[in-house]
């Protein structure tokens, strides 16, 4: 079974950068995952898709203040200019072909100091 | 503008059973994957089921194989999850997914909250 990890918690200061990795278990080193914002009392929202080339696309009206990139098992997502409305939880997501199924990450708690 | 829109939430009893509906527009609903994803108070994203586009390909989570179904219905642009011999572990916001071309989540619905409870 796949696993993704994420650091329960992150904090930053407003108008500064923050940036939370999803690392992917061996054996997935490779895969594309995607990254969802969760404000506190609402549903997920899609931001972006990263893949192990660092390459990614983001949904529609993200801002340019979000970005992705990859190293080896590790997909990131940064956030720069940090906004109050950016306080929320982050969660990765991947895709498993061989066992047919959907992993989320544990999600990273973005506090904005 | 794409919007899923769940519906059929509650409170049910153990053992009970609860059909989830998901509403979907603004997009070709018949030309992709839906799939159901739950989040149980206070904790993370939990993957449920899968529906491929034509709905040839299903795919359950163990936590709910045998004992939930998921269907749809293109021509009412409809989605459903059939959840049977509810346990209070099943207890969440079901939200109802949008699967594009890579497999992965690109649209949520806003949530139907599950209470089984005695």
């Known amino acids: 079974q796949p696993v993704l990890t994420q650091s329960s918690s992150a904090s930053a200061s407003l108008g500064s950068s923050v940036k939370f990795t999803c690392t992917l278990s061996?054996?997935?080193?490779?895969?594309?995952i995607a990254w969802h914002q969760q404000q506190p009392g609402k549903a997920p929202r899609f931001l972006m898709k990263v893949e192990g080339s660092g390459r990614y696309s983001k949904g529609s009206g993200l801002p340019d203040r979000f970005s992705g990139s990859s190293s080896g098992a590790d997909r990131y997502l940064t956030i720069s200019n940090l906004q109050s409305e950016d306080e929320a939880d982050y969660y990765c997501?991947?895709?498993?072909?061989?066992?047919?199924?959907?992993?989320f990450g544990g999600g990273t708690k973005l506090t904005v100091l | 503008e794409v919007q899923l829109v769940e519906s059929g939430g509650g409170l049910v009893k153990p053992g009970g059973t609860l059909r989830l509906s998901c509403a979907a527009s603004g997009f070709t609903f018949s030309s992709d994957g839906m799939s159901w994803v739950r989040q149980t108070p206070g904790k993370g994203l939990e993957w449920v089921s899968y529906?491929?586009?034509?709905?040839?390909?299903?795919y359950y989570a163990d936590s709910v194989k045998g004992r939930f179904t998921i269907s749809r219905a293109n021509a009412k642009n409809s989605l459903y999850l059939q959840m049977d011999s509810l346990r209070a572990e099943d207890t969440a916001v079901y939200y109802c997914?949008?699967?594009?071309?890579?497999?992965?989540?690109?649209?949520w619905g806003q949530g139907t909250l599950v209470t089984v409870s005695s």
């Open positions: 529906i491929s586009n034509d709905g040839k390909y299903i």
């Open positions: 997914a949008r699967i594009e071309y890579q497999l992965l989540t690109s649209d």
């Open positions: 061996s054996g997935h080193r490779s895969y594309i």
């Open positions: 997501e991947m895709w498993d072909s061989y066992t047919r199924s959907w992993v």
